[in-house]
């Protein structure tokens, strides 16, 4: 075959895919809905939103072959916008519970968690059962927030970022906090004087929500999600952000 012959044969393929691309509007991004108040899942590194969930959602749309887009908002408000379509995806370290189950599909769980909490040092509160009749900080909307709401005579302080729950603990305004271990961490490595109670509220597994309308994305996710953790990519994201003890 003449080398003029082959060209025009790769130029004429090479049009028929171009114009095949055009007809259809094919999505090309992701939208994941997120809080960045929440490190070392999502957080604020100058003005870009970094963290576990954000490089987890990053692989998802990579092996999707979607650019990620991230919408920070309030917690509280990512299911509504998941349900709107105005996001395809939360990834919120959002954990999986039969009432959110009710609004969305939740992906395979990408971790475990736990709530624990947070008191001053030298507090009278030793273990979650000494909560009754106390103060209790926790984010609005949150698993955190619903537990705490079951506390016998427990007054519920809602803030919308978990830092402030911590600021007014320091504070003396409430008497404890009720978070995410990993955050937990963070806040107090950040400020002294506080401790995370040895025995945890309860465990808890964080997933993707997406949904109910779109079934078809929450199987490439789970497929997505997969590859991640067979790879070993999942655990390495992980570890980038949580030592292990
Ligand atoms: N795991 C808790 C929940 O699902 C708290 C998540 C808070 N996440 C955040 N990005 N602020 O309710």
Do not use: H
């Not at 506390?151 to 978070?179: C, H, M, P, T």
């Amino acid at each position: 075959m003449k080398i003029s012959k082959v060209i025009c044969g790769v130029l004429a393929s090479a049009m028929v895919l171009a114009f095949a691309g055009c007809g259809k509007s094919e999505k090309t991004t992701l939208v994941m809905a997120t809080n960045a108040e929440f490190p070392p899942y999502e957080y604020r590194d100058g003005d870009k939103i970094v963290g576990i969930d954000a490089e987890i959602a990053k692989a998802v749309a990579d092996d999707m072959g979607l650019e990620l887009v991230i919408e920070d908002m309030a917690f509280d408000s990512i299911i509504a916008a998941v349900q709107s379509g105005k996001a395809d995806i939360g990834v919120a370290g959002m954990t999986v519970s039969e009432d959110r189950l009710a609004s969305v599909n939740f992906s395979d769980p990408y971790t475990t968690a736990a709530q624990v909490v947070i008191v001053k040092e030298g507090s009278a509160i030793a273990s979650p059962a000494d909560l009754t009749g106390k103060k209790v900080g926790v984010q609005l909307g949150t698993t955190g927030d619903i537990y705490a709401g079951d506390i016998e005579d427990a007054s519920v302080e809602r803030f919308n970022k978990g830092f402030e729950a911590v600021q007014s603990l320091l504070q003396d305004k409430i008497d404890a906090v009720i978070i995410d271990r990993e955050p937990a961490k963070v806040f107090i490595s950040e400020n002294e004087g506080l401790i995370i109670l040895d025995e945890e509220y309860t465990i808890e597994d964080y997933a993707i929500a997406i949904s109910k309308d779109n079934t078809e994305l929450l199987e490439k996710v789970n497929a997505s999600l997969a590859k991640l953790k067979e790879s070993g990519r999942l655990q390495e994201i992980i570890d980038k952000y949580i030592t292990a003890e």
